[in-house]
């Protein structure tokens, strides 16, 4: 039987990771990441904070231990991984900026990927109905949601300007689970481009 298709975010950080790179995935869920990223001899490793998720992985044979972005990090060496993945997971963390310094200290590329709170359909549903969306991608009511931080893209472009981070490429996730490229520039002017239309982002950063 062939492995389920990567989640679009996923399948662009895949795409991010270099062959034989040391990497750390922090928030890795039921590990497909991981497992997708052993064809590029990737030397992989997880945390996560669910028993239930950390215990699927250590069933497919991957090296993933129980732990918090927001208390864990902190136990981790400068600089000893190749890259660091966070997907959407950096708004449901308690403090962001100091998950996102320690993720710049750990790796020497970090890949995060997000939900947009700036997307069009968002907006319009706070306009016209008054109460917290819901869409595809944020499919939670306002009581049950995990994302405690909400921002749009233009919001965490600023995070990584404040964190003395660069951006290396960035893409958009669109709504037909498509990604695209886009200039991390177009994202904080104006009321058009990616931070209206995108779902979602995906971005590659490097300490400056």
């Not at 003395?164 to 177009?186: F, R, S």
């Amino acid at each position: 039987m062939s492995a389920a298709p990567l989640r679009p975010d996923l399948a662009a950080i895949a795409a991010m990771i270099r062959p034989g790179a040391r990497v750390l995935d922090v928030g890795c869920g039921d590990g497909a990441l991981l497992e997708h990223l052993k064809a590029k001899n990737v030397d992989g490793r997880g945390i996560e904070i669910s028993q239930a998720n950390v215990n699927a992985c250590v069933a497919r044979g991957l090296a993933v231990v129980q732990g918090d972005a927001d208390t864990d990090l902190v136990d981790y060496p400068a600089q000893v991984f190749d890259a660091v993945i966070l997907s959407q997971t950096i708004q449901a963390t308690e403090k962001p900026r100091v998950v996102m310094e320690h993720l710049l200290r750990i790796g020497r590329r970090v890949a995060i990927s997000l939900p947009n709170f700036g997307y069009w359909r968002v907006r319009l549903s706070l306009l016209t109905g008054g109460r917290m969306p819901r869409t595809r991608a944020l499919d939670f009511s306002w009581w049950a949601t995990p994302n405690i931080h909400l921002c749009t893209l233009a919001d965490f472009v600023d995070l990584t300007r404040e964190c003395g981070a660069t951006i290396v490429e960035a893409h958009a996730l669109n709504d037909n689970g498509t990604t695209a490229a886009m200039k991390p520039g177009t994202l904080t002017h104006g009321y058009l481009g990616p931070n209206l239309f995108a779902q979602g982002g995906v971005f590659l950063l490097k300490k400056l």
